[in-house]
């Protein structure tokens, strides 16, 4: 996948119109830069095609990305801010190219400030970042979305006290971005035990997985979102995530979402020859 090149901050005629609320995303984003190697393919090719389905589930181009990374934690929410980050690496041991891509999305200084006025308002701490570069768990997902990078992108960090009910409570905050053209996205995995991916993991990956497709596609919206919750209750909860961070993005795409239905867009019993993952998009009427 070559580098790419964004087309700026460029807003679209009609996103504002009736109708226009965007659906949100969360996803899982693979192992680390695996669109630029291709021995990774393989494992891959179910969720790079539902990747690529994205634009066309959309009934209109979005003014910009919001996305939040599992790879990206701050003690208070802090959102990039520059007209065109650089690059984070924040992976190790894949071959030389994969430190020299190029991701070339604008950021967009509007949309961070008006992240952090919707914030504010909900009375969270937030501040914003001018030197953060895009990581991994952004660009390797959108290269798949949008490979021209002709969307803005920016990112929101998470919250470094990883608390469930505190990311679900700032999706709720951001929840009028959707009506503002802004796609939001979630960027993580539904499973993220890097020492047990194998035989040993099939089980409780299974398990977990099966309890999140219950919750998020058979519960009550309320129902949903105690049980998102107080997820570590979960079968296979600790096992399939043994720190949280991968599965907090998922949080903030309910909370901005809470009242609409979920329809899972990707799903694989056997990533890596061992995982089951799944990715969600939210929207009404789903």
Same mark, same amino acid.
């Given at each position: 996948m070559e580098e790419c090149e964004g087309l700026g901050n460029q807003a679209v005629p009609g996103l504002m119109e009736a109708g226009a609320r965007m659906p949100v995303y969360f996803l899982c984003h693979g192992a680390g830069p695996w669109p630029w190697v291709p021995e990774m393919h393989d494992w891959h090719a179910l969720m790079a095609e539902g990747l690529r389905n994205i634009p066309l589930q959309l009934a209109r181009r979005p003014r910009a990305v919001l996305l939040l990374s599992a790879h990206w934690e701050?003690?208070?929410?802090?959102?990039?801010?520059?007209?065109? =980050?650089?690059?984070?690496?924040?992976?190790?041991?894949?071959?030389?190219?994969?430190?020299?891509?190029?991701?070339?999305?604008?950021?967009?200084?509007?949309?961070? !400030?008006?992240? @952090?006025?919707?914030?504010?308002?909900?009375?969270?701490?937030?501040?914003?970042?001018? @030197?953060?570069?895009?990581?991994?768990?952004?660009f390797v997902p959108m290269a798949v979305i949008y490979p021209q990078a002709d969307v803005p992108v920016l990112q929101l960090s998470l919250r470094s006290n990883l608390n469930a009910a505190q990311h679900l409570a700032v999706g709720r905050a951001l929840a009028p971005l959707r009506d503002e053209g802004v796609l939001i996205i979630?960027? !993580?995995?539904?499973?993220?035990?890097m020492r047990s991916f194998g035989p040993v993991g099939r089980a409780p990956s299974k398990l977990f997985d099966d309890w999140l497709a219950e919750t998020l596609m058979q519960m009550t919206p309320a129902a949903r979102s105690q049980r998102l919750a107080a997820w570590e209750r979960a =079968? !296979?909860?600790?096992?399939?995530?043994?720190?949280?961070?991968?599965?907090? =993005?998922?949080?903030?795409?309910? !909370?901005?979402?809470?009242q609409d239905q979920a329809r899972r867009i990707y799903f694989e019993e056997a990533f890596m020859g061992s995982?089951?993952?799944?990715?969600?998009?939210?929207e009404a009427g789903a």
């Open positions: 701050e003690p208070v929410f802090t959102v990039q801010s520059a007209a065109h =980050p650089g690059m984070l690496y924040d992976y190790s041991g894949f071959p030389p190219h994969t430190y020299d891509l190029h991701y070339r999305a604008s950021g967009s200084p509007e949309l961070a !400030g008006r992240v @952090q006025q919707l914030l504010a308002q909900a009375g969270e701490d937030v501040r914003a970042d001018k @030197q953060r570069g895009y990581d991994h768990g952004m979630g960027s !993580g995995s539904s499973y993220h035990n =079968p !296979g909860a600790r096992v399939a995530h043994p720190r949280e961070e991968h599965l907090l =993005p998922l949080m903030v795409v309910v !909370g901005t979402a809470e995982a089951t993952l799944s990715s969600y998009c939210l």
